[in-house]
């Protein structure tokens, strides 16, 4: 059996989104026109859109959401919940808010857990800063 490439997982998240329906289609469309974005995993809770750097679950929280913002507009978070960005009157301008934050590792995306990726990054750390390499 062949394991799925990146891209074919990413896509199938993206379509998973769409389909689900908690996400302004506005937003969605946004979202995907951005290519930083389009290569990251996304996924939702209460009308949020996340941005994952790995594939599979609890994803990594060091990217910005984005959630729909009373009486219209949007409302740009994070990473963390407790973290505020600010206001955004268009989907296109939250869309650019995240991407501003994107921390410089950020994609394209793993294949594999939050944990299989910090070990990955570790690892790479190692080997570029001339430490013993991972065996």
């Known amino acids: 059996m062949d394991v799925p490439q990146s891209r074919d997982i990413v896509e199938a998240g993206w379509r998973a ?3 689900d329906g908690r996400v ?5 469309n946004a979202a995907c026109q951005e290519s930083r974005l389009r290569q990251l995993f996304p996924w ?5 859109l996340h941005f994952s750097r790995c594939t599979e679950p609890r994803w990594t929280w060091d990217i910005p959401y984005i959630q ?5 507009g949007y409302w740009v978070s994070g990473p963390l919940r407790n973290e505020s960005v600010g206001p955004a009157a268009t989907a296109e301008e939250a869309v650019a808010m995240v991407v501003e934050r994107l921390p410089p590792c950020s994609g394209p995306v793993f294949v594999g857990t939050p944990e299989e990726l910090a070990a990955h990054e570790t690892a790479l750390d190692t080997i570029h800063t001339g430490g013993p390499a991972a065996a």
Do not use: D, N
């Open 44 to 48: 939702t809770g209460m009308g949020e």
């Open 68 to 72: 729909p913002a009373r009486g219209g």
């Open 24 to 28: 302004r289609s506005e937003l969605l």
């Open 17 to 19: 989104v769409r389909e």
